[in-house]
């Protein structure tokens, strides 16, 4: 019966975690359509008027490229903003969105960010052009609790080669002096 229970809670949990994930995109959509750039930037989720500062590849053959505010304009600093390493950003230009991507390093003067050139995709950026940084919706979060959830559903199954990790009582431990021991299980195995 506590089986059916725990099925039913994370059925429950799954369905809520999809309806989020739905709202967060339909909120990050109805954002680009319905409110100015401007007022994006002030809301801290858009960098205007950014330039290329340097490129570099990285790790995993992606590319990093360093944005910074234009020249041209009396801001040395980028303005205030609630960026974050890790979060997934969409690079734009005049005509529209050109790659996604996942900051990877926010400073006081500069934004870089990781694009992934996978799949033959070369994307060129001219050092004099004007982009912007708006946040998307992150999606890692919800892949990975959808995925812990799965496990929960489905118990005894786990993923070819997974680990888990269980405590075991006092007594029953290797060490004399730990209390707790964290017995490491391969599965599919």
Not at 19 to 35: G, H, K, M, T
Not at 114 to 141: G, I, M, P
Not at 152 to 159: F, K, S, T, V
């Amino acid at each position: 019966m506590a089986s059916a229970a725990v099925e039913s809670f994370v059925s429950k949990q799954l369905d809520l975690l999809e309806l989020e994930r739905d709202a967060e995109v339909e909120e990050r959509r109805s954002w680009q359509e319905n409110i100015s750039l401007k007022e994006l930037q002030s809301r801290g989720v858009c960098l205007l008027k950014l330039q290329v500062s340097s490129q570099r590849t990285g790790l995993y053959g992606r590319l990093l490229v360093t944005f910074e505010p234009r020249r041209c304009t009396s801001a040395t600093a980028l303005p205030s903003n609630s960026f974050t390493s890790g979060d997934i950003v969409g690079l734009y230009d005049e005509g529209g969105q050109l790659a996604t991507g996942i900051l990877t390093r926010i400073m006081q003067r500069s934004v870089t960010v990781a694009f992934d050139e996978s799949h033959d995709f070369q994307l060129s950026l001219d050092r004099e052009c004007a982009y912007r940084l708006l946040k998307l919706a992150n999606d890692v979060t919800y892949k990975r609790l959808k995925k812990a959830a799965a496990v929960l559903h489905l118990p005894g199954r786990l993923p070819e080669g997974s680990r888990l990790l269980c405590a075991v009582p006092e007594g029953t431990c290797h060490h004399p002096r730990a209390s707790w021991h964290w017995e490491d299980h391969h599965c599919g195995r």
